[in-house]
């Protein structure tokens, strides 16, 4: 394998590692605090990628980006805050809540991804390139539009850890995560923290699926395939630290990649579910995690 080729498969794997880092994150942080698995966050991706053309797109309202960005993220917040209110909130006592909320999270899903067909249509979009470009040096490239993504992921995962370590709300979600019973004793507003986990949750889907959006083309089922891949780094990092899932979707970015160019797009992601297979043998809390629930 020459040079340049190693260099543009660990470029594209830690492009691909930022994204499912992204994604990861918001699904982490709803299961750490609430307990639950939120499959809605498939169309979360998807509802940011087309909120996103819609402010962004010449043919749409023409906004620049980083506005339409900005936009889409108040946007998600509040459908994740309504989620949590008409989806969660009322099952939360229950003692089956993991098993109804599956099936309400599911059913928002398909309500999402069909408000999407009925608004949007079906044919495929793109959002408008962050940048046109790119560095060479040697026969070595580099789109501009992928150094501004990495950036801007970067930026936005630690902003959320930095928010959740050192500011008073993340503080207390990270005590809600810990121990909601405690919590409550102590006067914290539990089902408030917990929309505001699901809003946080929908912003980190939402700036994913824009990201998504400016590099290939858009359709209203596009929140699957990325949904799968986020279980997939979720389980295999673990959910001990907000750092866990981060680390290991660079992993398995970086071993898509590579499964990518030496077996085949088609075979790569057996190649991920084996890998998530013999980890979980090896380690059942996953590559990184502990035996608790933790931010």
């Given at each position: 394998?020459?040079?340049?080729?190693?260099?543009?498969?660990?470029?594209?794997?830690?492009?691909?590692?930022?994204?499912?880092?992204?994604?990861?994150?918001?699904?982490?942080?709803?299961?750490?605090?609430?307990?639950?698995?939120?499959?809605?966050?498939?169309?979360?991706?998807?509802?940011?990628?087309?909120?996103?053309?819609?402010?962004?797109?010449?043919?749409?309202?023409?906004?620049?980006?980083?506005?339409?960005?900005?936009?889409?993220?108040?946007?998600?917040?509040?459908?994740?805050?309504?989620?949590?209110?008409t989806l969660v909130?009322?099952?939360?006592?229950?003692?089956?809540?993991?098993?109804?909320?599956?099936?309400?999270?599911?059913?928002?899903?398909?309500?999402?991804?069909n408000v999407l067909?009925?608004?949007?249509?079906?044919?495929?979009?793109?959002?408008?390139?962050?940048?046109?470009?790119?560095?060479?040096?040697?026969?070595?490239?580099?789109?501009?539009?992928?150094?501004?993504?990495?950036?801007?992921?970067?930026?936005?995962?630690?902003?959320?850890?930095?928010?959740?370590?050192?500011?008073?709300?993340?503080?207390?979600?990270?005590?809600?995560?810990?121990?909601?019973?405690?919590?409550?004793?102590?006067?914290?507003?539990?089902?408030?923290?917990?929309?505001?986990?699901?809003?946080?949750?929908?912003?980190?889907?939402?700036?994913?699926?824009?990201?998504?959006?400016?590099?290939r083309f858009m359709?209203?089922?596009?929140?699957?395939?990325?949904?799968?891949?986020?279980?997939?780094?979720?389980?295999?990092?673990?959910?001990?630290?907000?750092?866990?899932?981060?680390?290991?979707?660079?992993?398995?970015?970086?071993?898509?990649?590579?499964?990518?160019?030496?077996?085949?797009?088609?075979?790569?992601?057996?190649?991920?579910?084996?890998?998530?297979?013999?980890?979980?043998?090896?380690?059942?809390?996953?590559?990184?995690?502990?035996?608790?629930?933790?931010?």
């Amino acid at each position: 394998m020459d040079p340049v080729t190693l260099f543009s498969i660990i470029k594209g794997g830690i492009v691909l590692g930022a994204l499912y880092a992204l994604m990861a994150t918001g699904l982490s942080l709803v299961w750490t605090t609430l307990g639950i698995f939120n499959f809605a966050h498939g169309a979360f991706i998807a509802l940011g990628a087309y909120v996103a053309w819609q402010f962004s797109a010449t043919d749409a309202f023409g906004w620049p980006l980083a506005l339409g960005i900005i936009a889409t993220s108040l946007v998600m917040f509040a459908i994740g805050a309504f989620l949590h209110l008409t989806l969660v909130k009322p099952f939360e006592r229950r003692s089956d809540v993991v098993l109804i909320t599956v099936i309400t999270t599911l059913a928002g899903s398909a309500i999402l991804e069909n408000v999407l067909l009925v608004i949007w249509g079906p044919r495929s979009k793109q959002i408008p390139k962050m940048a046109e470009g790119e560095l060479a040096v040697g026969g070595f490239h580099l789109a501009l539009s992928e150094i501004i993504l990495l950036v801007l992921v970067l930026a936005i995962l630690v902003g959320v850890g930095a928010f959740l370590r050192y500011s008073r709300p993340g503080r207390a979600m990270r005590a809600v995560s810990q121990n909601r019973e405690a919590a409550q004793l102590l006067g914290l507003n539990v089902p408030m923290y917990f929309a505001l986990v699901l809003g946080l949750s929908a912003v980190t889907a939402g700036l994913a699926g824009v990201f998504i959006g400016t590099i290939r083309f858009m359709n209203p089922a596009m929140g699957s395939e990325p949904l799968m891949k986020a279980l997939i780094v979720v389980i295999f990092g673990g959910v001990a630290r907000f750092s866990s899932p981060i680390y290991a979707a660079f992993i398995i970015g970086l071993l898509e990649a590579f499964s990518i160019y030496f077996v085949g797009l088609y075979w790569a992601p057996a190649v991920l579910f084996f890998t998530m297979i013999v980890v979980l043998l090896i380690k059942p809390e996953g590559l990184f995690g502990k035996y608790q629930r933790t931010l």
